[in-house]
């Protein structure tokens, strides 16, 4: 009964749309849509072509779309198989034309411009890969965020979110008798960000990295719940000597995780979080 098809039409890449129906149908348990895709469609021949596959496969058909000859062709095709067409960006462009006064352009793709931006994320993402789990320590101060934590705390993918965000993050492990760097000690420039978990959460996880790699059967001091527990209360304790933030990432996902370090940027700017 939940199982239905979903067409993404899009005159770019398709990462708006796509982003836009993960986020609502998580919201709607048991939904699994079986998912067409229909990028880059700028001409008559690439609509057609997406209708053709459309009226293969009846649903519910999300669009982002700025041609207003493309849109009506799309509208006038889905309304003759009578399935739904949804123009995700258009409350959100309305509002926007309305509260300037001013018209769109109507340029499909411009998110995607290689402006100063974009060049922004990519160096930020090199960054976090380059000053990855210790990497690098003499680089440390040139970051804008430093993720400290022990294993398995989600540090490299947050940092690589940040980076996607232009964010100059990198990540140092807190490894119990093993001294942190000093680059890191002396750091002024960045903020630095203590990361923490549920020792059970983190014994889970462990087990399983150990698993993965073939490493024994998951009961080292590694993933003993009595020794986690004690690294992560010294962890915390270390983190508080030195008035870091810190966030338990128990329950959070790693967007919500970024989100906070993000506020936490902000504020320390002085800007609007």
């Given at each position: 009964?939940?199982?239905?098809?979903?067409?993404?039409?899009?005159?770019?890449?398709?990462?708006?749309?796509?982003?836009?129906?993960?986020?609502?149908?998580?919201q709607f348990d048991g939904a699994e849509p079986i998912e067409h895709s229909w990028m880059m469609v700028r001409s008559e021949a690439q609509l057609?072509?997406?209708?053709?596959?459309?009226?293969?496969?009846?649903?519910?058909?999300?669009?982002?779309?700025?041609?207003?000859?493309?849109?009506?062709?799309?509208?006038?095709?889905?309304?003759?198989?009578?399935?739904?067409?949804?123009?995700?960006?258009?409350?959100?462009?309305?509002?926007?034309?309305?509260?300037?006064?001013?018209?769109?352009?109507?340029?499909?793709?411009?998110?995607?411009?290689?402006?100063?931006?974009?060049?922004q994320r990519v160096d930020a993402m090199t960054f976090a890969l380059a000053h990855d789990d210790g990497q690098s320590a003499w680089g440390l101060?040139?970051?804008?965020?430093?993720?400290?934590g022990v294993s398995r705390t989600s540090k490299t993918p947050t940092c690589l979110y940040l980076g996607n965000r232009g964010f100059k993050a990198?990540?140092?492990?807190?490894?119990?008798?093993?001294?942190?760097?000093?680059?890191?000690?002396?750091?002024?420039?960045?903020?630095?960000?203590?990361?923490?978990?549920?020792?059970?959460?983190?014994?889970?996880?462990?087990?399983?990295?150990?698993?993965?790699?073939?490493?024994?059967?998951?009961?080292?001091?590694?993933?003993?719940?009595?020794?986690?527990?004690?690294?992560?209360?010294?962890?915390?304790?270390?983190?508080?000597?030195?008035?870091?933030?810190?966030?338990?990432?128990?329950?959070?996902?790693?967007?919500?995780?970024?989100?906070?370090?993000?506020?936490?940027?902000?504020?320390?700017?002085?800007?609007?979080?």
């Amino acid at each position: 009964m939940n199982r239905f098809h979903l067409h993404l039409v899009s005159d770019s890449t398709g990462d708006t749309v796509h982003a836009v129906a993960k986020a609502c149908l998580v919201q709607f348990d048991g939904a699994e849509p079986i998912e067409h895709s229909w990028m880059m469609v700028r001409s008559e021949a690439q609509l057609e072509h997406a209708l053709a596959g459309i009226s293969a496969h009846p649903g519910l058909v999300l669009y982002t779309m700025v041609d207003d000859e493309l849109r009506r062709g799309l509208e006038d095709g889905c309304r003759r198989h009578q399935m739904p067409a949804i123009p995700v960006l258009d409350p959100v462009m309305n509002a926007i034309g309305s509260f300037l006064g001013a018209a769109s352009r109507g340029v499909p793709g411009q998110q995607h411009l290689l402006d100063a931006e974009y060049f922004q994320r990519v160096d930020a993402m090199t960054f976090a890969l380059a000053h990855d789990d210790g990497q690098s320590a003499w680089g440390l101060d040139d970051a804008d965020v430093i993720l400290v934590g022990v294993s398995r705390t989600s540090k490299t993918p947050t940092c690589l979110y940040l980076g996607n965000r232009g964010f100059k993050a990198a990540n140092v492990p807190f490894v119990p008798g093993t001294p942190l760097p000093k680059e890191l000690l002396s750091a002024t420039k960045p903020l630095i960000v203590g990361l923490t978990n549920d020792p059970e959460r983190l014994v889970q996880l462990r087990r399983a990295r150990l698993t993965m790699l073939q490493a024994g059967d998951g009961n080292s001091d590694y993933a003993d719940i009595e020794q986690v527990k004690a690294e992560v209360q010294q962890a915390r304790r270390f983190f508080t000597d030195h008035q870091w933030p810190v966030i338990d990432i128990t329950r959070r996902s790693i967007e919500e995780t970024a989100a906070t370090i993000m506020q936490l940027l902000a504020r320390r700017r002085g800007e609007d979080a």
